[in-house]
């Protein structure tokens, strides 16, 4: 189940430097370099949620109360 | 046969770092960090039992659990400064690396503060 987590974010990494590839051939920095952002943000979007999880986790497997 | 499966995905997370390290290093970051998340989630009811059946040998043999339960969020905060760390210093940012490892460690310092004390306590008792 999470595993696919893996091949997506690596799929987005793979198709955000195709589109790049692109869009700097064709001329347009301004527009890459917006694209590699909403990359960055998309997984980290996906990311977060999984951090927490991890964090909460070992919270309360380890007894961590702050 | 979760090792098969842990070692497989540790195999294809790298070849994917590898292949986004190039020009797309801010994504490689982000996957390294979700297999080190996946593979934790993965093993992490076995550690829950391994530490249910130590809590119990704890309080079986009579000690105290507040005691027991320091050395348990000493290893959670380990595991988890070590977990930002290693990325930290996987990707080249070193000096905020240490800083984590300090902060552990003064954490860790603060934590363990009540049971130097009780040694310390002991060993008067002990001594004339």
Redesign the interface.
């Known amino acids: 189940m999470?595993?696919n987590?893996?091949f997506k974010?690596?799929a987005?990494?793979?198709v955000?430097?195709i589109i790049?590839s692109v869009l700097i051939r064709s001329g347009r920095e301004e527009q890459a370099q917006f694209t590699?952002l909403a990359?960055?943000i998309l997984?980290?979007l996906?990311?977060i949620p999984?951090?927490t999880?991890?964090?909460s986790?070992?919270?309360t497997?380890?007894?961590?109360y702050y | 046969m979760e090792i098969i499966k842990i070692v497989g995905i540790g195999i294809v997370c790298a070849i994917f770092i590898v292949l986004l390290n190039k020009d797309r290093q801010e994504i490689a970051i982000q996957l390294s960090i979700v297999a080190g998340i996946v593979i934790f989630l993965m093993v992490l009811n076995k550690i829950g039992s391994v530490i249910d059946v130590l809590s119990e040998l704890a309080s079986k043999s009579n000690i105290q659990s507040f005691y027991f339960n320091t050395i348990l969020k000493i290893i959670g905060i380990t595991y988890i400064a070590e977990f930002g760390a290693q990325i930290c210093r996987d990707y080249g940012s070193t000096s905020i690396a240490s800083k984590i490892e300090f902060a552990a460690k003064a954490i860790i310092m603060y934590l363990s503060i009540p049971i130097i004390f009780a040694v310390v306590q002991t060993l008067f008792k002990i001594l004339p």
Not at chain 1, 61 to 64: D, K, V, Y
């Open positions: 999470e595993v987590i893996l974010i690596a987005i990494g793979i955000i430097s790049n590699t990359g960055v997984v980290l996906m990311i999984l951090l999880r991890l964090f986790n070992i919270k497997m380890f007894q961590i």
